[in-house]
Structures are given as structure tokens and as C-alpha cells.
């Protein structure tokens, strides 16, 4: 009798993968019937020859795809507070990574913007002045992590093709001492990165209004059922790959503005970030993503389901991780973002974000034993 997996369904992915280390043809021996989670659907799959040839599937939904494929899966060690995982090295074919069942009612008020095209440069000046005093006292306490990351790198990972995008979010509850913590944070690991020749981007999202904006008062015209997302989006380019970050830093600054801080649209984020690397010529690439919670828009939630950005940003995590273009990891401040992202770190506090971006980022480039 083949063996039956007995898994909750926030931890059936992790019982599979824990399985993805045996040898083809060794998944014939379980029974998958019933389990249902993952975002993709089973037709499109061809199990002929794979560790799944003979497996009964008869009644399963749907399979995460990061667990099978047509060839052998190598089993790689990480550490503890990220769990165990396998990287199937076979390239997927590409798919579409937009929801079918995500809309946007209007995406002509969205934008994508410069840090320093917000305010004035006179203005970005004071600010960061602001910044490199609060930076000079957190240094003493997180200079050592960063001259951590920057030595392990350089031993341990020494190939320099590689890209870190880093995705702040900038909603309003990230506001006032957190993003600054952030900003100093991103700014120390920029710099190694640049140390290291690793390019390095940075970007940040959040909306351009609080309930709706221009797109709301669109939609109030006609009042139709099921909009879909009804706010403008905004975009921040605080530093493009191409420019050095000396040139660059005066931007984060823009932290520091409050009134730029508006609601949290994750998923096309997300997106937006993921495409902006994909067209990058590195062949190592990474989106690290800071936020402290779940995808907020009151006008969007009002007249969608509650969960609506929220299987949005699903669906966008888990098919990204189809691709295997790009290797995403995120940091989670006082919440625990593990149910949309398979590598991250939860409840993780302003006291410890210096110390967990650098395991996290060690953690992704493998540079740890």
C-alpha cells in the first residue's frame, strides 16, 4: 500500500519537499489524493517519466510546482529559521504571471516615478542629512553584520553576475522611526553589495492616494460590480542598477516624507519589480521584499472580496517561483510573511532587521554553510 501524507495545508509543502530529495520513480509509492494547495492547475503537466509517473492523482486539484519536475531534484541544506527546501535545477517554460482573476478598473493615474522627482533636491539634501545621523548611531551596533555580509560574499560567493533588487514597502504604517531604520538598513547593504560588485537596485511601492484617488472617482461614475483594484498606483525608483549608489543615496531620503506613504498594493508590485529584473543581463537574480504586513487598499477591499489583493499576491509569489528567474526572499516587521513567501523572516524587529536582512541575503546567495 503506498504511503498517505497526513499535512495540514500550511504544511503540505513543506512534508513535499521534505520528500523531493528521493529518487525518480519513489513518488509512485504516495498517495496524493485529496490534497489541494499551490496555484497551479495539474493539466499542465506531462508526468510521463517523472517522479510522479504512476502516482495516484485522480483526485488531487492542484500541485505546487516547485516540487516536481521531469528531472532529478537536488536537495540543498539551509538554516533553520528558513525551513528545508530543494532547487529543481530544470528551467520552466514561461507562463503568464498575471491572475485571471485579478483586475485593474483603471491604469492610466498609475506611475512610476523617481525618489528624486517627488520633492526638491534642496529638500532630499535635509533629509538625508537627517539620515546619515540617525545611520551615525545605529553604526556601532550594525556596522559588523554588513562587514559580515560583505566578507562571506567575497569568499564564499565570489562570482559577481548577480543582481539584488530590494522592494521597500511604503505604506502608512511603515511610517516615522521604522522606515528610518529601513533606510539605514538598505543603505549599509547597498553599499556592501557595490563593495562586492554585485548590482544592486532599489525600489518602493505604495499608492498615490488614501481611498481610491483618481481611479475611485472614475468608478463612482458607472458603480460596477467587481472592479477590481480601484486606486493609482505608485512606483518609487530610489536607485536603478545602473547608477552607483554614492550618486543614488541622497534618495532615500524620501523615507523620511510621510505624506508620500499611502496604502499597500503588493502583488503588482511585485510584479513591476520581478519584470524590471527579468530584463537585467545578470544571471543571478534576487527581490528581497520589506513590509510589515499583509496588501491593504480600503477602496479596493470595499468592493472586492477581503481577500482579494491578497490571492493576488499569492498568485504572483507561486508563479514566479514557476519560473525560477528570480529568487525571492522576504523580511517580515512584526508579521509573519511566510504564507506568501516560501523563504522569508517573520516578526522580525527594528532592533533585528539589520542582522536578519543579512541572513537573509547571505542565506539566498548560499553563502552560509
Given amino acids: 500500500m503506498g504511503s498517505v501524507l497526513h499535512a495540514g495545508e500550511d504544511t503540505v509543502f513543506e512534508e513535499l519537499v521534505r520528500l523531493s530529495g528521493l529518487k525518480p520513480g519513489d513518488f509512485r509509492h504516495l498517495d496524493l489524493s485529496g490534497i489541494d494547495f499551490g496555484y497551479m492547475d495539474l493539466t ?12 495516484d492523482l ?5 500541485v505546487h510546482l516547485a516540487v516536481f519536475d521531469n528531472c532529478s531534484a537536488r536537495r540543498t541544506k539551509f538554516p533553520d529559521k528558513f525551513g528545508s527546501v530543494s532547487r529543481v535545477v530544470k528551467k520552466r517554460r514561461r507562463k503568464k504571471l498575471q491572475d485571471p482573476g485579478y483586475r485593474t478598473f483603471v491604469s492610466e493615474f ?52 548577480a543582481i539584488v533588487s530590494i522592494l521597500i514597502d511604503c505604506s502608512g504604517s511603515l511610517s516615522g522611526s521604522a522606515l528610518t531604520g529601513i533606510g539605514t538598513c538598505v543603505d549599509l547593504l547597498c553599499t556592501t553589495l557595490e563593495k562586492c560588485e554585485i548590482s544592486c537596485e532599489i525600489l518602493g511601492f505604495t499608492t498615490r492616494a488614501w481611498r481610491g484617488g483618481q481611479s475611485r472617482e472614475r468608478w463612482i461614475e458607472s458603480k460596477s460590480n467587481n472592479p477590481g483594484r ?10 536603478s ?14 523615507l523620511l516624507r510621510e505624506e508620500f506613504q499611502k496604502e499597500n498594493i503588493d502583488g503588482e508590485a511585485i510584479l513591476w519589480a520581478y519584470h524590471r529584473l527579468i530584463e537585467r543581463p545578470e544571471s543571478e537574480k534576487y527581490l528581497i521584499i520589506i513590509s510589515d504586513g499583509l ?10 472580496s477581503s481577500d482579494y489583493l491578497e490571492k493576488h499576491l499569492k498568485y504572483v509569489v507561486s508563479n514566479i517561483n514557476w519560473e525560477r528567474e528570480v529568487l525571492l526572499g522576504a523580511i517580515g516587521l512584526n508579521y ?34
Avoid: C, M
Avoid at 58 to 62: R, Y
Avoid at 230 to 239: E, G, P, T
Avoid at 336 to 359: E, K, M, N, R
Fill in 110 to 161: 498609475d506611475e512610476v516615478v523617481r525618489a528624486d522627482d517627488l520633492i526638491d533636491n534642496e529638500e532630499l539634501d535635509f533629509l538625508i542629512k537627517i539620515h546619515d545621523i540617525h545611520t551615525q548611531a545605529l553604526a556601532h551596533r550594525i556596522e559588523h553584520d554588513f562587514e559580515w555580509l560583505e566578507e562571506s560574499l567575497e569568499t564564499k560567493h565570489p562570482s559577481t553576475d
Fill in 230 to 239: 480601484l486606486n493609482d498606483l505608485r512606483h518609487i525608483i530610489f536607485k
Fill in 44 to 55: 499542465d503537466f506531462d508526468f510521463t517519466g517523472s517522479n510522479l509517473d504512476g502516482a
Fill in 241 to 254: 542598477a545602473e547608477e552607483e549608489w554614492e550618486l543614488a543615496r541622497t534618495n532615500i531620503g524620501l
Fill in 336 to 369: 509573519d510573511p511566510s504564507q506568501f513567501y516560501q523563504y522569508s523572516i517573520p516578526f522580525v524587529t527594528f532592533d533585528s532587521l539589520a542582522s536578519d536582512l543579512v541572513d537573509l541575503v547571505s542565506f539566498l546567495f548560499g553563502s552560509k554553510p
Fill in 295 to 304: 496588501p491593504v487598499d480600503n477602496s479596493t477591499l470595499l468592493v472586492n
Fill in 58 to 62: 485522480s483526485n488531487t486539484k492542484n
